[in-house]
C-alpha cells in the first residue's frame, strides 16, 4: 500500500461542500509555475450526475507518512480546483468509471483580454514588472474595470495587494486586447530573462475561501539554495544520501545571440531601431558576434530597449540539469522539501582515463524544484475491496543558472 493518504472533497462553484469522494480510482495532477495545469480524477461511477456541474470545486489533499502515522494533510497545489469536464466510460468488459479533469484556478485570468485600444494608459504599460502585472488584473477581472460586468465579485476572487516594494525587472508592452493570462506570462518571462524570476498564481490559501491572486519573486516556496540560511543539499552520487540515479549537466552554445537590433513599426527612416550588446559574449570567440533582429510593436525607446534585451538574455548560453529524482527515499516530498523550493545539487562526474579513474568533473547548482507531477493509483479485486494503492512523484529540477 502507499504510504501517503489521498483525500478529495468536491464543492460547488460557491464554494459550499457537496461530498467526499471516497471511491477514486485514479489521481493525475500536474504541478507548473505560472501555468493552467491538468487535475484528473477517475472514480468509480456510484456518484450521480446531479453533484457535478461547470467549476465546481474539487479540494486535493495528501498527507506523507513518517512511520506508521500520516503527517497532517497539505493542500496539494494550495489551491482548488476548477471542474472542466465530466465523462461517464463503459468499457469492454462491462466496467464503468467517471473521469473529472479539473483546471488550475489560473484558467480565472484565461477568461480575459485586456479590453483597452492601444495607447490607453490600461493596455500600454512601463513600469516594474509586479505593478504592471497587478494593474492587467486589477483593471480585467476587479475593481479598476472600467465596466463594471467584468469585474468578480470579491466573494469569489480577491486581488492580494501588489508586492511592496514592487519586484521584478523593468517591462514595458502594449497588451491591447491580448489575453490577461498570456500577458502576465510574457511580463514574468521578460523579468526573467532579466535575471529576476517573477511567479504569479490564483490559489485559494483557506478553502473554502474565495480564490485570491498572488505575486511571488525569487521563488515561490522556500530558499534552500547553498547560499540561503537552510541549505538542502543533494549529491548526484550519493544514493544513500538523497542523490539521484542519474543525472547529467548539458552546456550548450548553439543558439547564442550577442548583439540585438530592434525596429518599431514602420519603414526606412520612419522606424526607430534600438540595439543592446553582450560584450562578454562578443569577445569568447573571432565569431563571438552574433547579431539578430526584432520587430517589435511599439517604436518606445525604452519599449525596444526592453524587447531587444529581452531576446539577448533568451539566446544565451544555456546549462541544461537533469536528475532522476523519483526513487530516492531518505527526503520525503511535501515534508522535507516542496514544489517551487529551491534546493542545492553537487553534481560529480568521474573522468576515465584508459579505463582508470583519473579526476572529477564537478559542478555546484541552485535548482529550482518545477513542474511537479503527482500520480495515485488504486486496485479493487472483484467485490470492489482496495488490494493496493501505489503513488509516484516525479520531479524536474531545474537549472537557477542558465549561463555556462
Known sequence: MSNTSHILRL?????????????WKSIDVTLTENDIAPLTITLSPQYTDQIFSRDCRVLYERAPAAGEYYLPARIVGDTMWLLGSKERVVEEDGSSSIVLICDHPNKILASRV???????????????????????????????????????????????????PAIGATVAKSFSYQNVLSAIQEICQSSAQQDYYMGFEVWCPTPPGPFRFRQYGRQRGTNRGFASDQPFILYSLSQQYGGFMASSVREDWSN?????????????????VQSVSDPTLMAQSPFGRVEAFLSAQSGDATALNSEAYKMLRAARPQRDFNADFANQTQYIYDVHYTWGDIIGVNFAAPIITYGALSGWVTYKFDVRLNPVHITAQRFYDQDGYIIDEQEKVEISLRSISSTA
Open 256 to 272: 547564442v545571440v550577442s548583439f540585438v537590433y530592434a525596429g518599431g513599426p514602420g519603414k526606412v527612416d520612419e522606424r526607430s
Open 114 to 164: 485586456v479590453a483597452y485600444n492601444e495607447g490607453t494608459a490600461q493596455a500600454d504599460k512601463s513600469d516594474l514588472a509586479s505593478t504592471v502585472i497587478n494593474e492587467i488584473v486589477n483593471q480585467n477581472l476587479s475593481a479598476g474595470a472600467t465596466d463594471a460586468t467584468r469585474r468578480i465579485s470579491t466573494s469569489h476572487f480577491v486581488l492580494d495587494t501588489a508586492p511592496n
Open 11 to 23: 464543492y460547488t462553484p460557491t464554494g459550499e461542500f457537496i461530498q467526499d469522494l471516497d471511491a
